[in-house]
């Protein structure tokens, strides 16, 4: 009988460790509400790009980019990331053209100066399917070719 006991609390104990995960995840949720939600453009020659930038309580940036270049199809997908002082640090999942089926996810930098959010060009690498940035390889916010600059949202 004893065993039985012990059998039906080890059992138990998943479902209510589930239950009391999801119960932390409903309250983080409700507690990290929109601080801010900003817009930017740019343009660069034949290129231009506009951002949807929404700040969470809990720091968390999220959001939406679409860029247009002139000469190919364009890349429309979300952000995800964080300020890391002035250095916002996302990573964009978006598809090209009108491809739905593929998405890609690259990282991307943006300095914040002077009210605009500058991108950076960086050596990205692959491990396991997920991009980074290559370690101990800096940044380069000079060579961008994206600064956005804050515009009203429609």
Known sequence: MKNKIIY????A?????ACN???KKAETAKVDSLIS????????E????????KTM????VTGSMLIKYGDKPQNNGKIDGK?????L????????GTDSTKAFTNPLAFLKKDGKLIMGVAQIETTLGKSYFVKGKPINYEAGKFTFVEVPCK
């Open 8 to 11: 039906l609390v080890f059992a």
């Open 13 to 17: 104990f998943p479902f209510v460790y």
């Open 21 to 23: 995960s999801s119960d």
């Open 37 to 44: 939600e900003t817009c930017y453009a740019s343009s660069f």
């Open 46 to 53: 034949k290129d231009s790009a506009a951002m949807i930038l």
């Open 57 to 60: 309580a809990s720091g968390k």
């Open 83 to 87: 300020f890391h002082g002035d250095t």
């Open 89 to 96: 640090l996302v990573d964009y999942r978006f598809n090209t």
